[in-house]
């Protein structure tokens, strides 16, 4: 059985505190969990271990009125501003938890994959990638790697995770439109690199130009597919 927890629309600070919270109160014998959030303004996550500093020009993110949070779990820097985000539990009793952390990857990210398939219709077939890609290892979308959802080689999805003795916490982004150029050409340390790799391997269904609403409808749908995908796979 799966528990779909919808806490609305939050700062990125509070966001990323209740996933924290949400794997320390993890019951090992409970139900899995899906969190699904919003964020109050334009934001953006980066993993743990991360020194935001290094990779993004802090005096232009403030200038852009963009709000930084660090995750519970680890990986790049994802902008949350063109994306779907969602948190996914998994008890470490439950049937479906696997001891390696990859195959626990690949579980969530095949829902994902199969409910972004459906929604899409593509002729070509979504799939996860077998092995890490070259590009700049600090920015998500910049750098495709194992078991991420690609669509001729463009990602679409990734995630990161932490795992404890109760069980793990998954954190996934979904990419839904392109990222903004001029905005990353004000904020990233490293312009041209990173801006070219994530311009090159990100797959974005609305592309360069969507509206609110698209936007808006586009992760209302996938929400209730990723749901729906899940529940089946338990």
């Given at each position: ?28 014998d ?29 005096e232009?993110?403030q200038?852009?009125?963009?709000t ?6 680890g990986?790049g ?33 095949e ?13 070509d077939?979504?799939?996860?990638i077998?092995?890490?890609l ?7 979308m ?33 990419s839904l ?24 391997y990100?797959?974005?269904?609305l592309g ?13 749908e996938i ?11 338990l």
């Amino acid at each position: 059985m799966l528990q779909v927890l919808d806490t609305g629309s939050n700062s990125a600070d509070a966001n990323m505190r209740f996933d924290e919270k949400l794997l320390s109160e993890l019951n090992p014998d409970g139900s899995p969990i899906l969190h699904l959030y919003r964020w109050s303004g334009p934001c953006a996550t980066y993993g743990y271990f991360i020194d935001p500093s290094k990779h993004l020009n802090l005096e232009k993110i403030q200038k852009n009125r963009l709000t930084l949070a660090r995750r519970p779990t680890g990986g790049g820097i994802v902008f949350h501003i063109w994306d779907l985000a969602f948190s996914f539990l998994m008890p470490a009793n439950h049937s479906c938890f696997a001891k390696s952390t990859l195959d626990n990857y690949r579980f969530v990210n095949e829902a994902v994959k199969e409910s972004m398939q459906d929604f899409l219709q593509l002729r070509d077939p979504l799939e996860l990638i077998p092995s890490d890609l070259s590009g700049p290892n600090h920015f998500c979308m910049a750098r495709p790697t194992i078991y991420d959802v690609v669509h001729q080689g463009r990602k679409i999805a990734g995630a990161a995770q932490r795992r404890r003795k109760n069980g793990y916490l998954h954190q996934g982004t979904i990419s839904l439109a392109l990222p903004q150029p001029e905005l990353l050409r004000e904020v990233l340390a490293s312009k041209k690199e990173v801006l070219q790799a994530m311009m090159a391997y990100t797959f974005a269904p609305l592309g360069q130009y969507w509206s609110v609403q698209a936007m808006q409808s586009m992760r209302d749908e996938i929400q209730k597919r990723l749901a729906e995908n899940l529940r089946a796979k338990l």
